[in-house]
């Protein structure tokens, strides 16, 4: 005779609980990543209703990108799931509403973090100037300048402009940002 632990026995108890369609969205949630692959990331099932399937994405770009995809979505979860689904919805409106706590933004600062016009910090810290409470404008912003001036002193210059230009710029485009968008317009 098998001994099954308590946890075992509380979880099969929960899923005799739920409904078909609770044990369907449960499911869903399982096998979500396999349906969708690495677009799973930017996406969240939220509910089914009248068998259509609702997902919270990152963007309206993501969006828009899975509504093309719907037909073969939809075949996919036809094999996993015991409930016809008609449609999905995929809409951005819900995505930082259902999100865990600081989970928000946490993915904003990630994807930023990864973005190409991120400056990499600096290996030692610009040296912080001790400013006087009633410093004037021209002070404040000379000060400031310099230390632009200094940072963009680390930065690697633009091809075509020679212009200091983050890193990635030059890796995802071979020039700055902006000439990277007069070549497109």
């Known amino acids: 005779m098998n001994f099954q632990s308590l946890n075992q026995i509380l979880g099969y108890l929960k899923i005799m609980e739920r409904s078909p369609q609770q044990q369907d969205f449960q499911k869903l949630m399982e096998c979500w990543e396999q349906v969708l692959g690495v677009m799973a990331s930017k996406t969240r099932p939220l509910y089914i209703k009248q068998g259509v399937l609702y997902v919270a994405t990152y963007s309206a770009a ?3 990108e899975l509504r093309f995809q719907v037909p073969e979505i939809l075949e996919k979860l036809k094999h996993l799931l015991s409930i016809p689904l008609d ?8 995505w930082h509403t259902h999100l865990p706590i600081n989970q928000s933004n946490q993915t904003e600062k990630n994807d930023w973090q990864q973005h190409p016009s991120m400056i990499p910090p600096l290996k030692e810290p610009l040296p912080r100037n001790s400013t006087p409470k009633n410093q004037n404008p021209q002070s404040t ?3 400031w300048a310099k230390a632009i001036q200094n940072r963009s002193q680390t930065l690697p210059l633009c091809p075509q402009c020679q212009s200091p230009t983050p890193p990635g710029e030059i890796q ?4 700055c940002a902006i000439c990277a968008t007069k070549r497109w317009s």
């Open 141 to 143: 912003f000379q000060n």
């Open 62 to 64: 993501w969006s828009q």
């Open 172 to 175: 995802r485009w071979s020039v």
């Open 87 to 94: 449609d999905i919805q995929f809409s951005p409106a819900q």
